[in-house]
């Protein structure tokens, strides 16, 4: 696992944005292959052209934080479990994606409408996945667009799924976003609508966040149980019309489909 080369060692002077000390740690983390998986704090030093000192105090942070483990002689150093953890939260959401995407492509070509798929970042909707209708019609919002969860049909259900003491941290002192149209604003608001959605299978909405595009979203489950992320379906709309009974159902039925497919309900 190569985080980045050796050799790379930016300087303020070449990006004054660069933190030298996380470089140092993500290089002792790179610095370990499968060929060579326990170092002594001497190797790790001359690997990565630092003085001994430097490297130890780099290294006593990794291994306080559970990425490195000390050999009880403490001789050596190798990966630790919070390396895993990293690699796990990667994989999963790998995972997430490939199987959402056919998936999502099949309710594209059964509905002719826009799908997309997101995750919660904080207090917005973080788009993983797009799938643009082949009529060319649709939100045109773009993977990894971020926005206001309490505004879009994909942060709604999201947001659905958390109780009550995290969405009032989370909106404490401020509202949504600013959004278009009729946004959701103040906490009040946002707590009520919270309420609203939690007993819903799905969440629709038509031209309240994006003017002329109607969106009807539904959740993505663990084998927990637990909603890890949303999908939904777009398409434009002047607001004259409601959205069909059979679109939420395909919506519904595509999201419960990714959640068997990632071991969930």
Do not use: C
Not at 25 to 35: D, E, M
Not at 158 to 182: F, N, Q, V
Not at 206 to 214: L, M, P, Q, R, V
């Amino acid at each position: 696992m190569r985080f980045m080369d050796k050799t790379f060692s930016p300087s303020p002077s070449e990006d004054r944005y660069i933190v030298p000390g996380l470089v140092r740690g993500l290089r002792v983390l790179g610095a370990f292959t499968p060929k060579r998986k326990e170092m002594t704090l001497s190797e790790l030093a001359r690997e990565l052209g630092l003085s001994r000192s430097a490297a130890f105090r780099t290294v006593y942070t990794l291994a306080q934080m559970g990425f490195l483990l000390q050999d009880p002689r403490g001789k050596s150093y190798s990966l630790g479990p919070a390396v895993l953890r990293l690699g796990y939260g990667y994989m999963a959401t790998r995972e997430l994606v490939e199987i959402a995407l056919p998936e999502l492509e099949r309710l594209r070509d059964e509905t002719d409408w826009s799908a997309h798929l997101g995750v919660r970042d904080g207090d917005r909707v973080l788009y993983m996945l797009r799938i643009p209708s082949r009529m060319g019609m649709g939100s045109i919002v773009h993977v990894g667009s971020r926005l206001p969860a309490a505004s879009t049909t994909m942060g709604r259900v999201l947001l659905a799924d958390l109780d009550e003491d995290t969405m009032i941290a989370l909106y404490r002192d401020r509202g949504a976003d600013a959004a278009p149209g009729r946004a959701v604003r103040g906490q009040a608001e946002v707590l009520a609508q919270w309420r609203r959605d939690r007993d819903s299978e799905t969440i629709e909405q038509i031209g309240s966040f994006e003017a002329g595009i109607a969106s009807v979203a539904a959740p993505v489950r663990d084998m927990s149980g637990r909603v890890i992320a949303a999908i939904n379906a777009t398409i434009a709309n002047d607001g004259s019309g409601a959205i069909p009974a059979e679109i939420r159902e395909a919506v519904h039925q595509t999201g419960r489909r990714i959640s068997r497919l990632l071991g969930g309900e």
